[in-house]
Structure formats: C-alpha cells, structure tokens
C-alpha cells in the first residue's frame, strides 16, 4: 500500500480568474492609412516606458498564480482510457477459378531418329517426307569399301581355316587307326610294347591338332559375322511403323558414324501418328484448380472449329521459374482428323472446387489497462 503522503488538493483562488480575465488584450482597430505625403505624429518615449512596465507585472502575476494552482493539477491521477478495438477484419480471399487455361503442343508419344552407325557415302534413298513404313523397312544404302573389303576378308580367312581343319581331321583318323593297328600288333608280339605306345600317343596328338583347327574355324566364322554385322549397318531401316516425318539423307553425302557424330542430327525421324498427346504450360497459381484425371475441351489453332476431349495424365514435378509455369501432359480421347505433331493446341479445363477452409476468427479484444485506484 502506498504510504506516501499526498498533500491535500487546493480550490483555485476566485482571484485568478478575474486577473487572467484583466490581462485578456481586445482587439485594435487598424487606423486607415493617412494621404500620401502627410507627416506622421512621432510617439513620446514615456509610453514605451509604461507598456514594458505593464507587460512585466503581468508576467510576474501569472507565474505566482501558476504555482498556486500546480499542486492541485500534477496531483490528480492519469488515468489512460481503453482503446475500443473491433473485430480483426479478415482478409477477402480471392476470386474463384471456374476454369484453367493453357497453351502448348502436340507431341508423339512413338518417335525414333535413325542415326547411321557406320560411315559412309548414301547411295540410295528409298522413302521421301511423309512416306508410310514397318518396322525393319528399308530407308536408305550407304557404301564403304573398306568395310566390305574386311568382310572379304573374313571370308577367305574361314574358308583356310576349314581347309586346315579338313586336313587334321584326315591325319586324326590315319593316326588312330595306325595306333589300333600297333595295339593289335603289340598284343600278339609283333611290335614292341614301345612302338605300340608311340602310335597311341601320335593319334593323341592328330586328334589335338584337328581340335584345334576346329577353334580356328569357329573363330574365323564369328570374324565373318563381325565383318557381315558393319556391312549391314550401311543399310539402314526404320525401328517402328509409322511416317517419316523428317529425311535428311541426300544421294553422295559423305555420312560420319554415330560414334564420331553424336551432335548430328538424325538421317531420318519415324513417328507413330496414332499415338499422341499434349504438352500445356498453365499458370502457378490454377495448380490447385486441377488434378490427375480431370477432364477438359482442347481446339487446334489449325481447326478452331474442332473441339475434343482431353484428360490431366501428369503434372510436372518441377514449375519453371523462369515463366512462372508448369507443364502438363494431357491424353487425347477422341483425336481429330488432321492432328499431327507439334501442332499449336489450346485447352480449357474446368477448376474443380477449392478445398473448404475454416471461416478465421477474429482476434481477442485487448484488456484494458489497470488503474492506479490507491488514495
């Protein structure tokens, strides 16, 4: 409790009033202006004398009346009024999205580029831009001569090697009937039992010798193959069934293998026409308006008047930071006649309904503070 002594208040003194009211100053009235080239009175000095006089005791009179009454103002209480706060005002949330929009293009799904896997000078092409082809169809012949040489080669290499095994194979049935023969002989005493050895271990050793040769055949067949494979690689098919749709092969140029041109771009592109999609851009802030699975209408830039169906396959993991999008992959349902790859699309996808979300509430109302109620 507060044990300090307060001192009592003071009623102000019924003087003060009149005296404040005594020192109030009316207004002058402005004097109009005298004539141009009227000489003015010059004011006596004994006024300026007085009114210091008067200003200086009125001055005095306030200051002694001040300190009279200031006990009695500092010693009242301050007391700080509660500020009346109103409910938070929650923030608008946004407009609803009744649909997403997004623009892209049509990509296939099907699409093989056919690099040459080895060098060499084309000297026929067999299909033009929009040709249809089978899987294994034939496109385009390359030549090179130093590999079809190689594959000659091989080929006289195999035939020596069969030759050679011929040869062991006669010296390997001569041995082994010669040493039948000496066993047969050194049974009944006619040879020693070491010539019938020997022609035992001779007949080893043709039968070693033709296996032998058998590996050097096998050997110089799989050169052959080897050498048969890079003269195949020249001639190049395609990998699907589908249409070309891009041929850069011309008759006398001079082809790099693909190991040696791996920035080169494809002799020929084969793309399935039966198996296509969409690939749209839409904006960040539609994501949560769409899922996988939702549905929606898509027109061509080519046949504005065609309108098909579409379904959200996937959703990009990643949004471009960039342009402040995400890309989606969407499945065509009914594709229209005249669609083909890379085609300018755009799609309109209906906004499912946003997730309910708690109404906010509103923030306390503040206490007021408390009040000093000692005496």
């Known amino acids: ?23 109030t100053l009316e207004p002058v009235p402005v ?3 005298p004539p141009a080239g009227t ?15 008067a200003l200086i005791a009125a001055i005095g009179c306030a200051g002694v009346l001040w300190r009279a009454a200031g006990p009695a103002i500092w010693s009242a209480p301050i007391v700080a009024a509660p500020i009346a706060m109103g409910p938070a005002t929650a923030a608008l949330p946004p407009p609803p999205i009744r649909s997403v929009t997004g623009s892209g293009h049509v990509v296939a799904l099907r699409e093989a580029a056919v690099h040459p896997r080895r060098g060499g000078v084309v000297t026929v092409v067999h299909v033009e831009v929009g040709s249809a082809v089978r899987a294994g169809d034939v496109l385009a012949e390359l030549d090179d001569p130093e590999l079809r040489f190689a594959l000659r080669d091989a080929e006289l290499a195999r035939d020596r090697a069969r030759l050679i095994l011929a040869a062991r194979r006669l010296d390997a049935e001569e041995a082994r009937d010669r ?12 040879v020693s039992t070491q010539a019938a050895r020997d022609a035992a271990t001779a007949a080893a050793q043709a039968a070693n010798l033709r296996d032998q040769a058998a590996q050097e055949v096998a050997k110089a067949e799989l050169e052959v193959a080897r050498a048969a494979e890079a003269v195949s690689d020249l001639t190049l098919r395609s990998p699907l069934s589908g249409i070309v749709s891009a041929r850069r092969a011309r008759i006398g140029e001079a082809i790099l293998s693909q190991a040696d041109a791996r920035a080169e771009v ?23 308006a769409i899922g996988s699975g939702a549905r929606g209408a ?14 959200v396959a996937r959703i990009a993991p990643v ?12 499945t065509i349902l009914d594709p229209p006649p005249g669609i083909r790859p890379s085609m300018a699309v755009r799609v309109d996808l209906p906004a499912r309904d946003p997730p309910a979300h708690p109404p906010p509430q509103p923030s306390p109302r503040p206490s007021p503070p408390a009040q000093d109620t000692a005496p």
């Open 179 to 190: 040493a039948g023969r000496m066993a047969d002989l050194g049974t009944r005493g006619a």
């Open 39 to 53: 000489r003015l009175p010059r004011p006596s000095g004994g006024w300026h004398l007085v009114g210091v006089l």
């Open 319 to 330: 949004a471009s930071a960039e342009r402040g999008t995400i890309a989606v992959r969407l």
């Open 1 to 23: 409790m507060n044990t300090h002594p307060h001192p009592a208040p003071r009623h102000p003194d019924p003087r003060l009033s009149e005296t404040l009211a005594s020192l």
């Open 31 to 33: 004097p109009a202006f």
């Open 266 to 288: 494809p002799l020929f592109t084969v793309t399935d026409p039966h198996l296509l999609a969409l690939d749209v851009d839409i904006a960040e802030t539609a994501l949560a």
């Open 298 to 311: 898509a027109v061509l830039d080519a046949y504005a008047d065609t309108r098909f169906t579409v379904e």
